[in-house]
């Protein structure tokens, strides 16, 4: 038996922001006559407004991370490196590569700053009242 | 008066999250051996693990409780609880189990099984969203109303988490906002295709979040 079809017929008003899950184009939907707002992307992943909040605070945490995680990666490879070039005597390659190495560690400790430094807004019930017409 | 109508409404579709344990033990517990309606119900779970809420149930419950397979016909007098990392769904007279897209950062998730139900069984789906924190099953409620069912809620005042149930009655125009008791007593009802006239408003405390939603009597 095939499995059965969850996806989404494409009505809503597509945005510009991306699924957290999927990456896929998001539609705003409105539902009931009152104009509850939902979040929908290709595929079939749906958000209240709150949880896409929550999931988009997920994605750029990670993201920020990733960043946090090159930047490490860099500094260590390229100190690495310096090493070995200055062991070699390549003192101008491994002052360019120490050089790099030490921007990239502190570019690492600025987002590890901004990482810790983000607050997330509280989701409170008043956002029930945000609906899609209105200022 | 809910049901005037009189229609037998024998698909209930029940939705609860944290809290939702205490709430669907003291439900199904309230029903009575000849429900003659199918329960299905979703509460919200890890993936990763089985669940003895199922075999919990059955030593309060008149009526058998299972986690189903895809496929299996939906039976009057059954109730059925939606297995873990999979969404349940009501489909042409058969539960349908699917590993489709999360809902609300989850999976199982309310809103399919309610939107399934709504889209095939119309107006003889009941939905209840009972305790949980979070939005998964308001949308879907809303779909179950906008095919013509019923949408019931448990009280927030009695909800353990009342986030889900305040956030329905914010959202959706649901039909009555009852106690797990009065519950029990409206789908028993509803099943039957009898009316249900909702306790007076004097059982009902106030409710939460009916003020953004001006001109709602909630009945």
Known sequence: ?135 | MINAERIARDVICIGMSAGGVEAIMRLVALFPQDLPAAVAFVIHRSPLHESNLPSLLNRRSRLPVSEPVDGEPVARGRIYAAPRDQHMLVDDGLIRLCRGAKEHRTRPAIDPLFRSAAATCGRRVVGVLLSGAGDDGVAGLIAIKAAAGVSLVQDPAEARHPTMPRTAIAEDDVDAVLTIESLARAIRALAAGEPFEPPARSEQRPLPGRGSCPGREVS
């Not at chain 1, 104009?35 to 920020?64: D, N, P, W």
């Not at chain 1, 500094?75 to 003192?91: P, V």
Request: net charge negative.
């Open chain 1, 1 to 135: 038996m095939a499995p059965p079809d969850q996806t989404p017929e494409m009505r809503g008003q597509p945005t510009r922001l991306t699924c957290p899950d999927c990456s896929g184009v998001l539609s705003l939907r409105v539902e009931g006559f009152k104009g509850y707002l939902t979040f929908a992307c290709r595929v079939g992943h749906r958000y209240s407004v709150a949880e896409l909040l929550i999931a988009k605070e997920e994605q750029l945490e990670y993201r920020l991370w990733s960043a946090v995680l090159a930047l490490d990666e860099m500094n260590e490879l390229l100190g690495d490196l310096a090493e070995k070039a200055t062991g070699q005597g390549l003192s101008a390659t491994a002052a360019q590569m120490q050089d790099r190495a030490t921007q990239a560690a502190a570019a690492g400790q600025t987002i590890r700053g901004l990482i810790a430094a983000n607050r997330a807004v509280q989701v409170g019930e008043e956002i029930h009242r945000l609906r899609a017409a209105g200022p």
